[in-house]
């Protein structure tokens, strides 16, 4: 049993800013999550300054916020509406719950939050499970010098016969529901081919790629450092922030502006040149091949939070993929089925125009430079109440009614 929570509670230090000595975990004890509305261009620069963190990450109409109790009075001083979100991030990193010891792969899988070299072990257990039908597959290595590791599934055709299903999660390292969720899809595909008709279906019809975690550094600094940690954890020689956003990495539109940062500091920092973050090589190779070979019929990069569906473009808000209207009633059916399983409400639509715009990001590059049939984003729950910090309660229900999406669009792409 790990107690990961347990021990940052018992710091009793409050920072003021969120940069931890090193080993030393943040405590977000009495911090608050803000949902701010304001009016001028300095805004969100001004309000992103005081944050510790900032949780949604483009130019919506509100920001979510974490915020230390000394910085609460000037962010809400600025904005012209407030909400509360959390009185006590601290608090809910605690509904979390400890991370159970390893099981090897059950349905109680899905009951709790794992450690990084869980994760592995979970995949290479589960492949062990289904050796004729399964393999451990990587995409290059991250910063830190971890391999990106996935599973590939296949059916009766053999293994690479078939059009690819490609599936990253965990790419922002705080979303853990993701992980969780990723390796569901995996879970369910695997352990139902021989006894459900619609999964032996799918998996006879297709050639899975899923990576569960494709930033692996970035996911170990939240269980060891920042619970709230977003980007990777490479540095930069202009300055002392670390990280950049790998999702705002991608080589497509990547120079263009607006939908990312060019400051270091920032939650959304796109690097110093299109794909110059390890991971996002790893990854954009691993499409390359696919593309290259049996070619990608659908992509989905699985995010939390905010429960969207979202498809290109991210880039530029008045641009449709050539394929819009195919992509929407896809989308449609997924929602409904997952509103199906315990009503959970999904928002779909192209992300620029329904969400905020984004360049660099994965389905923008997948679905022009990849020749993807269909690119999607998942946000996951919630829709804020806890955002990154999903209770464990919440993972099995998500996990269910997003695998109902997964399964519906499988059945149509
Ligand atoms: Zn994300």
Not at 283 to 308: A, M
Not at 380 to 396: C, E, H, M, W, Y
């Amino acid at each position: 049993m790990k107690s990961l929570f347990l021990s940052s509670l018992l710091l009793s230090l409050t920072l003021a800013n969120v940069v931890p000595k090193a080993e030393q975990k943040v405590d977000y004890s009495g911090f608050k999550a803000l949902r701010v509305k304001g009016k001028g261009k300095d805004f969100e620069s001004q309000v992103e300054k005081l944050a510790a963190h900032v949780l949604t990450c483009g130019k919506g109409e509100y920001v979510d916020l974490v915020v230390s109790p000394d910085q609460v009075d000037a962010v809400t001083a600025l904005a012209t509406d407030s909400t509360v979100l959390s009185n006590d991030v601290g608090a809910m990193l605690a509904s979390e719950g400890e991370f159970s010891a390893y099981a090897v792969p059950s349905e109680t899988w899905f009951t709790t939050y794992h450690s990084y070299n869980d994760h592995l072990q979970f995949l290479r257990d589960l492949q062990a499970g289904y050796t004729s039908n399964s393999a451990i597959i990587t995409a290059g290595t991250s910063v830190q010098g971890r391999t990106l590791t996935g599973i590939q599934i296949w059916g009766s055709g053999g293994r690479g016969s078939k059009p690819a299903i490609l599936i990253h999660g965990t790419v922002h390292a705080r979303e853990w529901i993701t992980t969780m969720t990723t390796e569901y899809f995996a879970w369910q595909l695997l352990t139902k081919y021989n006894s459900d008709a619609a999964i032996k279906a799918v998996v006879d019809k297709f050639d899975f790629y899923i990576m569960p975690i494709v930033n692996p550094d970035g996911f170990v600094y939240t269980q060891t450092t920042d619970r709230l940690w977003r980007k990777n954890r490479q540095t930069v020689s202009s300055s002392s922030c670390v990280g950049r956003d790998i999702n705002r990495n991608w080589p497509y539109k990547w120079e263009v502006t607006g939908g990312a940062s060019t400051s270091p500091c920032s939650e959304t920092y796109k690097g110093l040149a299109p794909s110059d973050a390890p991971e996002n090589r790893g990854l954009v190779s691993q499409v390359q091949s696919l593309k290259n070979s049996r070619g990608i019929r659908l992509y989905l990069d699985i995010h939390s939070y905010g429960q969207y569906i979202l498809w290109p473009y991210g880039y530029n808000c008045n641009l449709r993929a050539e394929n819009d209207a195919a992509h929407r009633t896809i989308a449609s059916a997924a929602a409904t089925a997952i509103r199906g399983v315990f009503g959970t409400a999904y928002t779909i639509g192209p992300s620029c125009s329904t969400l905020y715009a984004t360049t660099g990001s994965s389905t923008d590059y997948t679905d022009v430079t990849g020749n993807a049939t269909y690119s999607y984003t998942y946000e996951l729950r919630d829709k804020g109440t806890n955002g990154f910090v999903l209770p464990a309660s919440q993972i099995q229900p998500t996990v269910r009614e997003t695998w109902a999406g997964l399964l519906s669009m499988l059945q149509r792409v």
